[in-house]
């Protein structure tokens, strides 16, 4: 379900930070990539809880905790690091263009 796709994507994050290299620049890299996949996730998740007219089933209407609003905010969390960390690769990966699209419209 939803919320277990989402622990465990956190877990993976949080296990790749902790990065296996001595050198913090590896670690650093490491780090903003797994932010990136973890919002590559979140932004599908968000693209299947869009409402449909033929579908009416979404995490809303099943009540689950992970709300669209709870991802929007994970995600924009996830850009907002993202971007202060590396603004070259942010640049590189539209995070600015993605945090209009699934964050604020």
């Known amino acids: 379900d939803l919320e277990t796709t989402i622990k465990v994507c956190l877990l993976l994050a949080n296990a790749t930070q902790k990065g296996f290299s001595t050198d913090e620049y590896d670690v650093a890299a490491t780090s903003i990539e797994a932010k990136l996949s973890q919002a590559l996730l979140f932004q599908s998740i968000l693209d299947e809880t869009k409402p449909n007219k033929n579908r009416s089933n979404n995490s809303i209407a099943r009540g689950e905790k992970s709300s669209p609003t709870t991802i929007r905010n994970e ?30 419209y």
Do not use: H, M
Request: proline share 3%; net charge neutral; aromatic share 16%.
């Open 75 to 104: 995600l924009f969390q996830l850009f907002r690091e993202v971007l202060l960390a590396n603004p070259t690769l942010s640049l590189e990966q539209d995070v600015i263009g993605r945090t209009w699209k699934y964050c604020f």
